[in-house]
């Protein structure tokens, strides 16, 4: 559906564009007109940009104001946090740039799909399952969610207002007001954490089942699907070292860059809990490092001993195509109206005088 929708609205435009250029390569349509019609037809693509699902409401209506809870997490967005039950898909997260560990903009990668809708979702597990199976949702919380949850580097649990309070081991009451009770989980792995060991499995339905064992501890191990070189492997979780090192992140509201100030005791992984996709790139103290998968769908660099910054930045082939092509689009249209208006002045200066 998605995809169907992304070429109705584009086929409009593409349409309307291949209309202009036959008629001014038949000489229906003059250069002047030619112009005016195509600056408008792109014009009127992009202003359909970043319109959203309901453009005509004011933002005075549509944007709530910050409510103490809000502000809480505010406070502590350094780590992520899920809501139980569902709250609006992504309105926290959109509207106040929180982290937000569920997701409901779609495509949602696939990998990470199939990690939420196993430990944390599986009464959806997928997203035909009717309109609760769309959105990424914790539709339930137990011991056994708690644990994933801690593994993905979520801090926080925000419970609607009016609900029951949670008796479970590994939630502590850090705010409670009349617009959400919030609960931070204790022994959530850090967003960044510096790990000295790895377990390799023998491929994705391995590293699933190995993210579930009681004794993995995210801030300590990484499961990897390969041998990842310098790093000591491990056969169990109980068997890995205490953590490598620690790392920070630098504050900054771009979503495509994260900046981390990494110190490691020994060789170590910087893993990252955010999804590993193409078109990320990192560099340690400048110099361009790999990323690699690990806990399934999360992203991790390698790290030799010492203090070093770590940066990560998505940077997508698509992007680079895209910019070339428009270059060299506009050097294009460049030459043929310049070829243009030395064929006029050509043509002025052989006309016959009056």
């Known amino acids: 559906v998605n995809r169907m929708t992304s070429v109705v609205l584009w086929l409009p435009a593409v349409l309307v564009g291949a209309v202009l250029v036959w008629a001014r390569a038949s000489g229906r349509l003059g250069t002047k007109w ?8 792109v014009a009127a693509d992009l202003f359909r940009a970043g319109m959203g699902y309901n453009p005509s409401i004011p933002e005075s209506v549509a944007r709530q104001p910050a409510t103490p809870a809000i502000r809480f997490l505010q406070a502590h967005r350094d780590q992520r946090f ?3 039950p569902q709250f609006v898909p992504n ?20 990998r990470y799909d199939t990690l939420w809708r196993t430990y944390l979702s599986p009464e959806y597990p997928t997203q035909v399952g009717g309109i609760n199976g769309l959105p990424l949702s914790l539709p339930n919380i137990d011991e056994r969610r708690i644990h994933l949850l801690r593994m993905l580097g979520v801090g926080y649990l925000v419970e609607a207002p009016g609900e029951l ?16 009770r919030i609960y931070r989980i204790t022994g959530a792995a850090p967003r960044a954490a510096v790990v000295g060991a790895q377990q390799v499995t023998d491929g ?5 089942l190995a993210l579930g ?7 300590r191990l990484a499961i990897t699907e390969r041998r990842l070189p310098g790093v000591p492997a491990v056969a169990t ?11 920070r992140i630098i504050p900054g509201d771009d979503p495509d860059r994260v900046r981390i100030v990494a110190t490691a005791r020994r060789n170590a992984l910087l893993v990252l809990s955010d999804v590993e996709y193409p078109g990320w790139k990192a560099t340690v103290d400048g110099r361009e490092v790999p990323i690699s998968r690990v806990n399934y769908a999360l992203r991790a660099v390698p790290l030799p001993p010492g203090t070093h910054r770590v940066d990560f930045r998505y940077e997508p082939l698509s992007w680079t195509v895209g910019w070339i092509v428009s270059l060299v689009a506009l050097v294009v249209i460049a030459a043929v109206a310049a070829w243009d208006a030395a064929r006029r002045r050509r043509a002025g200066r052989g006309a016959p005088a009056a």
Request: negative net charge.
């Open 91 to 110: 309105m926290l997260a959109m509207n106040y740039g929180l982290q937000s560990a569920t997701g409901y903009d779609l495509p949602i990668i696939k």
């Open 165 to 180: 309070p949670i008796p479970l081991p590994g939630l502590k009451l850090a705010y409670e007001g009349p617009d959400a």
């Open 34 to 41: 030619f112009v005016a019609l195509a600056v408008l037809v």
């Open 204 to 208: 994705g339905p391995g590293t699933l």
């Open 237 to 247: 979780p109980d068997r890995a070292p205490r953590p490598a090192g620690a790392a």
């Open 213 to 219: 064992a009681p004794r993995f501890d995210a801030g």
């Open 82 to 84: 899920a809501e139980f």
